[in-house]
């Protein structure tokens, strides 16, 4: 199944709680030519489940599936899809969960041959869900594994915000997270290659709310060696219009 059919079958299947979706457009290259050869649009689903407050034996945490769609090909095509789905759960009392995900994806390169798969990656680890004032956070420490022909296991660092500003008319939200890969992965490109590299990769997101439904904001991909090996910092704000669903 093509992802844009995919993305909207998910979309269309699954029941309706924190759900929004979100159209970027993206000015990566009016920012950093040399690197970017377009700008382009991006789709985001998003869909979040609050933590199951009932007295249960095991108590379910946050639920996120994300699943986002970059037409940055030729011709506005899709080019990158990838999907994030993460789920908490706990058999104790204390309020730390063990956190699941997996995500995955692929893009599709000019020329054809040096296309690619965002490579599956599993993680398992715990997180502490709290409060500062009136904003809210989820700090989240996982052990992943990512399928390079030579896997890489390292630890993976996640802090996710929330905030509401002036009365809730406006949000501060978003992520941020750190970790390290193996240099070798196990292929010709890379054998020669040792010891880790260090990544970085955050997007916070600033919304107003024109009212419950419709919001225009932005998000600002930020990316240490998540686009490429060299030693810089991208940053890349998009414009977007958020629709809650």
């Given at each position: 199944m093509k992802p844009l059919p995919l993305l909207i079958l998910l979309i269309l299947t699954i029941r309706l709680y924190g759900q929004s979706l979100q159209l970027h457009y993206d000015f990566r290259h009016t920012i950093d030519p040399d690197q970017n050869p377009r700008n382009f649009p991006t789709i985001y689903f998003e869909y979040f489940k609050a933590p199951d407050t009932a007295k249960k034996a095991i108590q379910t945490g946050s639920f996120l599936l994300k699943l986002q769609a970059d037409f940055s090909g030729e011709?506005?095509?899709?080019?990158k899809y990838f999907m994030q789905v993460s789920q908490e759960v706990r058999f104790w009392k204390p309020k730390v969960y063990l956190n699941l995900q997996y995500n995955g994806g692929l893009g599709i390169t000019t020329p054809r041959e040096y296309s690619y798969y965002i490579l599956n990656t599993f993680s398992v680890g715990?997180?502490?869900p709290f409060k500062l004032g009136d904003a809210y956070?989820?700090?989240?420490?996982?052990?992943k594994y990512l399928t390079y022909k030579k896997p890489s296991k390292d630890f993976l660092y996640t802090l996710y915000f929330y905030k509401g500003l002036w009365n809730y008319k406006a949000e501060l939200q978003g992520d941020f997270s750190i970790w390290t890969e193996n240099k070798n992965h196990g292929d010709e490109f890379t054998n020669n290659l040792s010891g880790k590299r260090f990544y970085f990769f955050a997007e916070p997101q600033l919304w107003y709310n024109l009212n419950r439904k419709i919001a225009f904001g932005t998000k600002?991909?930020?990316?240490?060696h998540v686009l490429t090996t060299e030693n810089v910092l991208q940053v890349y704000p998009t414009a977007a219009v958020r629709v809650k669903l």
């Amino acid at each position: 199944m093509k992802p844009l059919p995919l993305l909207i079958l998910l979309i269309l299947t699954i029941r309706l709680y924190g759900q929004s979706l979100q159209l970027h457009y993206d000015f990566r290259h009016t920012i950093d030519p040399d690197q970017n050869p377009r700008n382009f649009p991006t789709i985001y689903f998003e869909y979040f489940k609050a933590p199951d407050t009932a007295k249960k034996a095991i108590q379910t945490g946050s639920f996120l599936l994300k699943l986002q769609a970059d037409f940055s090909g030729e011709q506005s095509n899709i080019a990158k899809y990838f999907m994030q789905v993460s789920q908490e759960v706990r058999f104790w009392k204390p309020k730390v969960y063990l956190n699941l995900q997996y995500n995955g994806g692929l893009g599709i390169t000019t020329p054809r041959e040096y296309s690619y798969y965002i490579l599956n990656t599993f993680s398992v680890g715990i997180s502490y869900p709290f409060k500062l004032g009136d904003a809210y956070f989820s700090s989240v420490l996982n052990f992943k594994y990512l399928t390079y022909k030579k896997p890489s296991k390292d630890f993976l660092y996640t802090l996710y915000f929330y905030k509401g500003l002036w009365n809730y008319k406006a949000e501060l939200q978003g992520d941020f997270s750190i970790w390290t890969e193996n240099k070798n992965h196990g292929d010709e490109f890379t054998n020669n290659l040792s010891g880790k590299r260090f990544y970085f990769f955050a997007e916070p997101q600033l919304w107003y709310n024109l009212n419950r439904k419709i919001a225009f904001g932005t998000k600002v991909n930020t990316n240490y060696h998540v686009l490429t090996t060299e030693n810089v910092l991208q940053v890349y704000p998009t414009a977007a219009v958020r629709v809650k669903l």
